[in-house]
């Protein structure tokens, strides 16, 4: 019955069920394309003239998700253009999908036109997640600067980025050489939290700068971040790795200092004894090697001048 006779229309039992039961299905991905063509069929044109269309919401939701399952994107682009001329309402996660797919397919102009499309419509504002797939193919088409100006958007909204996506991006920094845009990102644009310095040191010690890595812990400190123990951890095995005991010793008194060797798993280090003993260690073997070169200098030395004295003579 329609509106205009003044009685409320309510959908025949059946149907309610129907769209509740295939939504159900769609979501456990128990139905395919040919299940959602009867959503459009039985529902959706169904309750093109009536006041339910609120009620189906839930069901346009599922009908696009099944269009991209089925390679259908522009069939499903369009059916939110229908749903938008009917004022049907729609959510953030109606558009969440087309965005991703749009991006992965390397249309990163038209996501990011629906991107910004819907900003501006109340209940459809992009969640983090969508944030957060932009900003990647920013990455990946190296538009960096685009990417970063949509981690300060996100900050301003309150948004957390996830930390793949910061380490993708301070990674793509590292990897072009960009070291003082990775560390402004980390220390002047990014909230101060140890999470993301933890991101720029491990993305500096990928790109083998453990010195650089090591900058980062002064930087915490100068900004009031305390760093924990994967901070000190990552650049100590570093240091370790590349044979610069001084410095990995420099780096194990302060983990001492802040009783983080009581963490140290390096070489099964687990208990306080043992942890104390290997930076003895590894501490008596940079001044032996470094006494060894001053010995080895001067050897050299000495003996260049008896070879010369023996030409003399």
């Known amino acids: 019955?329609?509106?205009?006779?003044?009685?409320?229309?309510?959908?025949?039992?059946?149907?309610?069920?129907?769209?509740?039961?295939?939504?159900?299905?769609?979501?456990e991905e128990e139905?395919?394309?040919?299940?959602?063509?009867?959503?459009?069929?039985?529902l959706l044109k169904k309750y093109e003239?009536?006041?339910?269309?609120?009620?189906?919401v839930p069901a346009y939701n599922s009908y696009i998700k099944w269009l991209r399952l089925d390679e259908r994107l522009k069939e499903a682009l369009q059916l939110t253009t229908y749903m938008e001329q009917k004022g049907i309402p729609r959510t953030?996660?109606?558009?969440?999908?087309?965005?991703?797919?749009?991006?992965?397919?390397?249309?990163?102009?038209?996501?990011?036109?629906?991107?910004?499309?819907?900003?501006?419509?109340?209940?459809?504002?992009?969640?983090?997640?969508?944030?957060?797939?932009?900003?990647e193919r920013l990455c990946k088409e190296k538009q960096y600067e685009s990417a970063v100006g949509l981690f300060v958007e996100m900050f301003q909204k309150?948004?957390?980025?996830?930390?793949?996506?910061?380490?993708?991006?301070?990674?793509?920094?590292?990897?072009?050489?960009?070291y003082s845009w990775a560390t402004d990102l980390v220390h002047v644009t990014f909230p101060p939290a140890v999470e993301y310095y933890n991101c720029l040191i491990t993305a500096f010690l990928d790109v083998d700068e453990p010195v650089l890595a090591k900058d980062v812990l002064r930087l915490m400190q100068e900004r009031g971040v305390n760093?924990?123990?994967l901070s000190y951890r990552h650049v100590f095995i570093a240091f370790l790795g590349k044979g610069l005991y001084p410095e990995a010793c420099e780096i194990?008194?302060?983990?001492?200092?802040?009783?983080?060797?009581?963490?140290?798993?390096?070489?099964?280090?687990?208990?306080?004894?043992?942890?104390?003993?290997?930076?003895?260690?590894?501490?008596?073997?940079?001044?032996?090697?470094?006494k060894d070169d001053l010995e080895g200098k001067d050897g050299d030395g000495d003996g260049d001048g008896d070879e010369d004295g023996e030409k003399g003579v």
């Open 92 to 135: 953030s996660n109606t558009y969440f999908g087309l965005i991703a797919d749009l991006c992965s397919s390397g249309k990163l102009n038209e996501a990011l036109e629906l991107f910004n499309k819907t900003k501006s419509m109340p209940g459809c504002e992009p969640h983090k997640l969508i944030y957060d797939v932009v900003i």
């Open 227 to 229: 760093p924990n123990y």
């Open 49 to 56: 003239e009536e006041e339910y269309e609120e009620r189906m």
């Open 31 to 42: 139905i395919g394309p040919r299940i959602a063509e009867k959503i459009d069929t039985f």
């Open 158 to 178: 309150d948004l957390t980025p996830e930390l793949y996506t910061v380490f993708g991006l301070l990674e793509a920094l590292c990897e072009k050489k960009r």
């Open 252 to 290: 194990g008194d302060e983990m001492k200092t802040n009783e983080f060797y009581k963490e140290m798993e390096t070489k099964g280090l687990l208990e306080e004894e043992e942890a104390m003993r290997f930076l003895k260690e590894i501490k008596t073997k940079a001044s032996v090697e470094g």
């Open 1 to 27: 019955m329609p509106i205009s006779s003044g009685k409320l229309y309510k959908p025949p039992l059946q149907l309610q069920r129907r769209s509740f039961k295939i939504h159900a299905l769609v979501n």
